[in-house]
T-cell receptor, first 112, second 115 residues
Framework: QQPVQSPQAVILREGEDAVINCSSS?????VHWYRQKHGEAPVFLMI?????EQKGHEKISASFNEKKQQSSLYLTASQLSYSGTYFC?????????????FGGGTRVLVKP | EAGVTQSPTHLIKTRGQQATLRCSPI?????VYWYQQALGLGLQFLLW???????NRGNFPPRFSGRQFPNYSSELNVNALELEDSALYLC??????????????FGEGSRLTVL
């Protein structure tokens, strides 16, 4: 079952913060975050494994609450380059090439 | 280092025809994944190939099929095309297990339009 992302879209001014949530109705082993800019391939941002760890990529960080089966992606002091569609992908068991189930995406637009 | 390459970039077909899309993974990657991205929607998992074998498939009808060649490149075939098959088809590759860290490397996709 597809994870649910919220919000569906967000508009930010450069320097502002935003949070994107990804919720699943199933128990998760890992959550994977990707960003896709318009007309380009999705690019891997980070993977979070169960255990509640938090990771960062530049000023983009994420957390994973396995009890709530939820992950949040934090865009801090957003830059124009952060614009794009963010997808979370979830896996119910240890990564071994098992299919990722992606959410519907969150479109982020950062304005000057 | 070359990334994942897909061809053709664009393909226009009519209903009932067949489409063939191709993907070359990054050198050293043995797993290839196919995803469908319909306009405005997320990525829907289609197929996973590893070492020439189909390892998993998503909830798509049998007219979506593919194969992986000895050089790890892959082909996606869609038979009896329907209008709703119009989408961007993304191919991704990854390192073989257990070197695989979970990161997928995507190509820029093949846009299929069915008229």
């Amino acid at each position: 079952q597809q994870p649910v992302q919220s919000p569906q879209a967000v508009i930010l001014r450069e320097g502002e913060d935003a949070v994107i949530n990804c919720s699943s109705s199933k128990a998760l082993y890992s959550v994977h975050w990707y960003r896709q800019k318009h007309g380009e391939a999705p690019v891997f941002l980070m993977i979070l494994l169960k255990g509640g760890e938090q990771k960062g990529h530049e000023k983009i960080s994420a957390s994973f609450n396995e009890k709530k089966q939820q992950s949040s992606l934090y865009l801090t002091a957003s830059q124009l380059s952060y614009s794009g569609t963010y997808f979370c992908g979830t896996a119910p068991k240890a990564w071994a090439g098992n299919k990722l189930t992606f959410g519907g995406g969150t479109r982020v637009l950062v304005k000057p | 280092e070359a990334g994942v390459t897909q061809s053709p970039t664009h393909l226009i077909k009519t209903r009932g025809q067949q489409a063939t899309l191709r993907c070359s993974p990054i050198s050293g990657h043995t797993s290839v994944y196919w995803y469908q991205q319909a306009l405005g929607l997320g990525l829907q998992f289609l197929l996973w190939y590893d070492e020439g074998e189909e390892r998993n498939r998503g909830n798509f009808p049998p007219r979506f099929s593919g194969r992986q060649f000895p050089n790890y490149s892959s082909e996606l075939n869609v038979n009896a095309l329907e209008l709703e098959d119009s989408a961007l088809y993304l191919c991704a590759s990854s390192l073989p297990w257990p070197s695989n860290t979970g990161e997928l490397f995507f190509g820029e996709g093949s846009r299929l339009t069915v008229l």
